[in-house]
């Protein structure tokens, strides 16, 4: 199994920055890809980032250029730098790890992004 706990969230101005966090534990050599989603009131979980095991990265158009997702393997975390945050950038980020095994999802945190 693999454990995911997300931090960072919070309340920014528009225009401003953040970073999350997604700390890792349990069984690590099973996780293929570390992705961060996003699910905003109303609408649908959408897949904002991606990093595999060979550290390539992938972004949503909406987010490119704004966001890196970036591994420290040493502390076992992915982080999300969001930066010139706009409101469509609120919602609720969850962390999930592809494995072998199947997906796992941390508890989320929220993101709120004031004009």
């Known amino acids: 199994q693999v454990q995911l706990v997300e931090s960072g969230g919070g309340l920014v101005q528009s225009g401003g920055s953040l970073r999350l966090s997604c700390a890792a534990s349990g069984v690590l050599f099973s996780i293929n890809a570390i992705n961060w989603y996003r699910q905003a009131p109303g609408k649908q979980r959408e897949l904002v980032a991606s990093i595999t095991r060979a550290s390539s990265t992938n972004y949503a158009d909406s987010v490119k250029g704004r966001f890196t997702i970036s591994r420290d393997n040493a502390k076992s975390t992915v982080y999300l730098q969001m930066n010139s945050l706009e409101c469509e950038d609120t919602a609720v980020y969850y962390c999930?790890?592809?494995?072998?095994?199947?997906?796992?999802w941390g508890q989320g945190t929220q993101v709120t992004v004031s004009s």
């Open positions: 999930n790890a592809e494995t072998i095994r199947g997906d796992y």
